[in-house]
């Protein structure tokens, strides 16, 4: 049997329309500690993490119409965007997607947020749930 290569949910992302109404959500009715903040530029969005014991909740809004987070929220409005599952290599995880005769976004991995390496599997492939593939 393999290797379970999934080793922490690293965050659930959720897509909002505005960032800050959020945060403050998440502040005031549970006391929520902003970990992390970042602009990602080449996704086209902003993002807050608020930790989770060892994982995040990471929020997102865009910062362009053309961005990907842009046309979810037009398309289906705010709510569950992609589930970050933490892997020790994100290659190998991909790859082995790929050998499943699974649909990926990423053919390789790529920078992503807080330094780490990830890399995007299409939802039709993975049950309906964006799934992100997360190496620190
Ligand atoms: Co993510």
Same mark, same amino acid.
């Given at each position: 049997?393999?290797?379970?290569?999934?080793?922490?949910?690293?965050?659930? /992302?959720?897509?909002?329309?505005?960032?800050? +109404?959020?945060?403050?959500?998440?502040?005031?009715?549970?006391?929520?500690?902003?970990?992390?903040?970042?602009?990602?530029?080449?996704?086209?969005?902003?993002?807050? =993490? $608020? /930790?989770?014991?060892?994982?995040?909740?990471? =929020?997102?809004?865009?910062?362009?119409?053309? +961005?990907?987070?842009?046309?979810? =929220?037009?398309?289906?409005?705010?709510? $569950?965007?992609?589930?970050?599952?933490?892997?020790?290599?994100?290659?190998?995880? =991909?790859? +082995?997607?790929?050998? /499943?005769?699974?649909?990926?976004?990423?053919?390789?991995?790529?920078?992503?947020?807080?330094?780490?390496?990830?890399?995007?599997?299409?939802?039709?492939? +993975?049950?309906?749930? $964006?799934?992100?593939?997360?190496?620190?």
């Amino acid at each position: 049997m393999m290797k379970d290569m999934l080793t922490e949910i690293d965050h659930v /992302a959720i897509a909002v329309n505005d960032l800050e +109404s959020a945060i403050a959500w998440y502040q005031e009715v549970f006391g929520a500690t902003v970990a992390h903040r970042e602009r990602v530029e080449s996704d086209g969005v902003e993002e807050a =993490l $608020l /930790a989770v014991a060892d994982s995040y909740v990471q =929020l997102l809004t865009p910062i362009r119409d053309d +961005s990907p987070v842009a046309k979810y =929220l037009a398309n289906k409005g705010e709510g $569950l965007h992609h589930v970050g599952y933490r892997v020790d290599d994100c290659a190998a995880a =991909l790859q +082995s997607v790929k050998d /499943a005769g699974g649909r990926v976004i990423d053919e390789a991995p790529r920078p992503g947020s807080r330094g780490t390496t990830v890399a995007f599997v299409h939802p039709k492939t +993975s049950f309906g749930t $964006l799934i992100e593939l997360v190496q620190e």
